[in-house]
């Protein structure tokens, strides 16, 4: 996927704004096909034009879900087969903090919900397509956070209690477990799927909550790293050609690097796996391999 991506199809997720909205533009930019999913259709018709701006005026396909809750992850996974016979690219990218306790539609914690589940159940749901695809990528969106995370397998939902750190950590290292229990399921099928950290960027995150950590998030968005930065790490993943065949691997700043001790626990990634298929049931199961 070096250079030009002429001919090759991507889907993003969280693809209006910060990092997504930069790794949407620049796939598009060097030529591949994106479709685009957002939460907000004003937010993602304003993010197709700035990419028909860039691409030449192709239009990329705005898809809209909102990616807490399981049957709109389902009938995001059907529009998108209905569009496109396969897919060489998927940036699992959308995700958010929580100031307080919120459940989705399906009764869970939204963080779990968000940050982690819909990125399995849609990976999963859109498999067969990748598999059509030559030398496909799945790209997950972790960050750093899950050096502090752990997963508390007996209070998954955070119900005991709650804290936005303790449960967005938690998500994030989720990432990290279903990357590595992904690559080792998919050992041979012809797709690959790494994690990363994008680094601390200047972006939506952290505003959809209340309060001071939102006027914080707000204050200290100067002093960040711009989204286009961000992305990079992104984009190195998903495009990179000495990645190809790399698999189950984390990065940070465009290089590999090794993640937590809690992130290589293969016993724990086998298990949330199995918990994350009971809480999405039915959905598309791999083998154990």
């Known amino acids: 996927m070096a250079g030009s991506l002429d001919g090759k199809i991507a889907l993003v997720t969280g693809a209006t704004n910060g990092i997504g909205r930069a790794t949407a533009r620049e796939l598009a930019r060097r030529g591949a096909r994106v479709l685009l999913v957002a939460r907000d259709r004003a937010r993602g018709e304003a993010t197709a034009a700035e990419i028909r701006a860039v691409s030449g005026g192709r239009s990329p396909d705005l898809l809209l879900a909102e990616l807490s809750s399981q049957s709109e992850v389902r009938r995001l996974a059907q529009e998108v087969r209905e569009r496109t016979p396969r897919l060489d690219l998927l940036v699992n990218n959308a995700g958010a903090i929580f100031a307080d306790r919120e459940v989705s539609a399906d009764g869970l914690e939204m963080t779990f919900a968000l940050n982690h589940l819909a990125y399995f159940l849609l990976t999963l749901e859109l498999l067969p397509l990748l598999e059509e695809g ?47 229990e992904l690559a080792r399921r998919l050992g041979g099928r012809g797709v690959s799927t790494n994690a990363l950290h994008p ?23 100067p002093f960040l790293a711009s989204p286009e930065r961000g992305a990079r790490t992104t984009l190195h993943v998903a495009t990179a050609p000495e990645l190809q065949g790399i698999t189950g ?16 626990d293969d016993d724990a990634a086998l298990r949330l796996w199995q918990i994350s298929e009971n809480l999405t049931a039915p959905s598309t199961r791999l083998p154990p391999t």
């Open 134 to 180: 030559s030398t496909s990528r799945i790209v997950n969106v972790s960050s750093m956070a899950h050096e502090r995370g752990a997963i508390d397998f007996d209070d998954l939902q955070n119900e005991r209690r709650y804290w936005m750190w303790r449960a967005y950590r938690q998500s994030k290292l989720a990432n990290v477990l279903f990357t590595r």
């Open 199 to 221: 680094g601390v960027i200047a972006s939506g995150f952290g505003r959809n909550g209340r309060g001071v950590f939102s006027r914080l998030v707000a204050l200290g968005a």
């Open 249 to 264: 691997r984390y990065f940070s700043d465009c290089r590999e690097k090794t993640p937590s001790r809690a992130a290589r």
